[in-house]
């Protein structure tokens, strides 16, 4: 078991690297499963997922060779269809490798995912589809795995009823080896999915965007290795603006990708924070004065991401007013805001007036558990002082890691896992510019 203790409060100044995008490196890594040849990734992050969706490879029978930032994919033994449930269960990225076990050798056994508590985040939509293309699927309660079997995956003409942006990455995976078209109407139009698709289309797939929100796919017997370098995150680097900006410091963000952060940048101007355009992929973070309150709405691309939101609410604690943060991605996202209490954050809890909630949300309304909500009102500014703070999802605990920098005194982090899954050697590069984090290890039995 391992803490941060984190000594506050910090301004952070300095320059930061934007690691590899981990919405686009687990995907990358599946889509070796469709080829025997060898697959290189580039820029891949060292992050907890990305180890875990290499054990996950390493059973299905790849070898994976890691040097930094590159790995290699190869054939190592003769190939399983089983994903062992100590590995798939602690990674929800593991059922995308349902589409490619089932294309390529027609049978598939995977544990009910795992990933972060951040709602009900069904793989409904994703087995819907995949039995709509030719499989058979059902689900054993007394083991806990999908099991699945597909003679033959073929063609077929899918439409999302809400937003789903691993849905549509598993159909795709799924239909590339299929036989006919596959037509994905409602698809997710992130630029993490576009990425997977520049990489599966340089391995030889056919996979084009033809209309709003349409993806077609033409299936092709064979794809080929390739070499990818994938994406930056942006996910990190607003995290690393919301650090520089919410800390009174200046931080420069080298591999930014301000073309991808537009209704982040909008609003951040909008609340009087300051950020400076140094070149191309070279961005400037700074404190330039008080801030003001603003109001958020959360939605599907390109809009205001939901990844975002919980930094975001961590800013607006600093800024003079009431902001409103309304979530409508998902239905049980604000875990962080009874810690972020617990530091002296003044918030509360509402719902908005939404006439059809069932068909405004992009969640199942049905999903929703009873007394979660889904907007909350900040009232700021607010000086935050120490705590002993629980992280429960991965942009949660980054959150929760930036409170106790700007806050005073010395806080304890605890569920730290939770962040290593998405953020490289997070305290070694905030101490860097300016932090004072410590990561400790526990006896479990202490």
């Not at 290189?40 to 994976?64: A, F, S, T, W, Y």
């Not at 995977?110 to 972060?116: A, E, R, Y």
């Not at 600093?318 to 979530?327: F, L, N, T």
Request: glycine share 8%; with cysteine; hydrophobic share 40%.
């Amino acid at each position: 078991m391992e803490k941060f203790i984190v000594e506050g409060p910090t301004k952070l100044i300095g320059h930061l690297m934007v690691a590899g995008a981990k919405n686009v490196a687990l995907k990358a890594l599946v889509a070796s499963l469709l080829t025997d040849d060898t697959v290189i990734i580039q820029n891949v992050p060292d992050i907890r997922d990305v180890h875990l969706m290499v054990e996950v490879l390493e059973h299905l029978g790849k070898r994976c060779d890691v040097k930094k930032d590159v790995i290699t994919i190869q054939n190592n033994a003769p190939h399983t269809c089983t994903v062992p449930l100590e590995v798939g269960a602690r990674l929800r990225a593991s059922s995308m490798v349902l589409g490619p076990l089932l294309s390529r050798y027609g049978k598939a056994i995977i544990p009910n995912p795992g990933g972060c508590r951040i709602g009900a985040r069904p793989i409904d939509r994703h087995i819907d589809g995949l039995i709509a293309m030719g499989a058979t699927i059902s689900y054993a309660s007394n083991d806990g795995y999908f099991h699945a079997d597909a003679k033959n995956l073929h063609g077929a003409e899918i439409s999302f009823e809400k937003n789903t942006h691993t849905g549509t990455e598993t159909l795709l995976l799924a239909a590339i080896l299929a036989k006919g078209t596959t037509i994905l109407h409602n698809a997710a139009e992130e630029i993490e999915v576009d990425d997977l698709i520049s990489l599966l289309n340089q391995m030889g797939a056919q996979i084009e965007r033809k209309g709003k929100r349409e993806i077609v796919i033409e299936g092709v017997e064979k794809i080929h290795g390739t070499t990818f370098t994938i994406m930056p995150d942006r996910n990190e680097e607003v995290t690393f603006a919301v650090a520089a900006i919410a800390s009174k410091g200046n931080i420069t963000v080298h591999h930014s990708r301000r073309e991808y952060l537009s209704a982040f940048l909008d609003v951040l101007e909008k609340v009087g924070g300051g950020f400076e355009v140094i070149d191309d992929d070279t961005t400037r973070y700074y404190y330039k004065g008080p801030l003001v309150a603003t109001d958020i709405v959360t939605a599907i691309y390109p809009g205001f991401m939901t990844d975002w939101q919980a930094p975001w609410a961590l800013l607006m604690t600093q800024a003079k007013g009431e902001s409103v943060v309304h979530e409508t991605v998902f239905e049980n996202r604000f875990t962080y805001v009874e810690e972020l209490k617990k530091m002296g954050a003044q918030i509360l809890y509402f719902d908005p007036d939404v006439s059809r909630p069932e068909e405004y949300y992009n969640f199942n309304w049905k999903d929703r558990p009873l007394g979660t909500h889904q907007a909350i009102r900040i009232q700021g500014p607010t000086n935050l002082h120490n705590a002993v703070l629980s992280v429960n999802d991965l942009r949660a605990g980054a959150t929760l890691l930036l409170a106790a920098i700007i806050g005073s005194g010395k806080s304890y982090l605890y569920g730290i896992e939770q962040i290593d899954r998405g953020y490289e050697h997070i305290e070694k590069r905030l101490n860097e510019i300016g932090s004072h984090i410590e990561r400790v290890t526990e006896d479990a039995l202490s």
